[in-house]
Nanobody
Framework: QVQLVESGGGLVQAGGSLRLSCAASGRTFSRYTMGWFRQAPGKEREFVAAISWWSSSTNYADSVKGRFTISRDNAKNMLYLQMNSLKPEDTAIYYC????????????????WGQGTQVIVSS
C-alpha cells in the first residue's frame, strides 16, 4: 500500500554533497519509521540511517555519523538524506524503506522499499 520513489542521486566529487529524496505515496506514510540503506557493488545492503514516525529519534551507521542527516516531512510525504563530505566509499545504490520495525537497523523488518538511486563519488 506504500510506494516509495528515490531521487537525487548522481555523480559528485569527493568532499561534495548530495541530497537524496524519497517520495511516498499512500495515506499511511506518517505512521512508519523510515530508513535509508545502501548497497555497493559486491557488498551486502547495509543500514545507513533511520528516523522515527515523529522525528523524535534518529539512528546512523557509524560510517556516516557527522556527515549524513536524515529528516522527514510528513505533511509532504517526503524523506530526505543530506549527505555531506562524501567519500568514494559512499558510492552505492541508495534505497529508502518504510515499516514499523522494532530494530531500525534490521532491513529484514522493512516491508516497503523503493527502487534505489545511484550515488557515485569520484576521488
Amino acid at each position: 500500500q506504500v510506494q516509495l520513489v528515490e531521487s537525487g542521486g548522481g555523480l559528485v566529487q569527493a568532499g561534495g554533497s548530495l541530497r537524496l529524496s524519497c517520495a511516498a505515496s499512500g495515506r499511511t506514510f506518517s505512521r512508519y519509521t523510515m530508513g535509508w540503506f545502501r548497497q555497493a557493488p559486491g557488498k551486502e545492503r547495509e543500514f545507513v540511517a533511520a528516523i522515527s514516525w515523529w522525528s523524535s529519534s534518529t539512528n546512523y551507521a557509524d560510517s556516516v555519523k557527522g556527515r549524513f542527516t536524515i529528516s522527514r516531512d510528513n505533511a509532504k510525504n517526503m524523506l530526505y538524506l543530506q549527505m555531506n563530505s562524501l567519500k568514494p566509499e559512499d558510492t552505492a545504490i541508495y534505497y529508502c524503506a518504510a515499516d514499523r520495525p522494532l530494530r531500525v537497523e534490521d532491513q529484514s523488518l522493512y516491508a516497503y522499499w523503493g527502487q534505489g538511486t545511484q550515488v557515485i563519488v569520484s576521488s
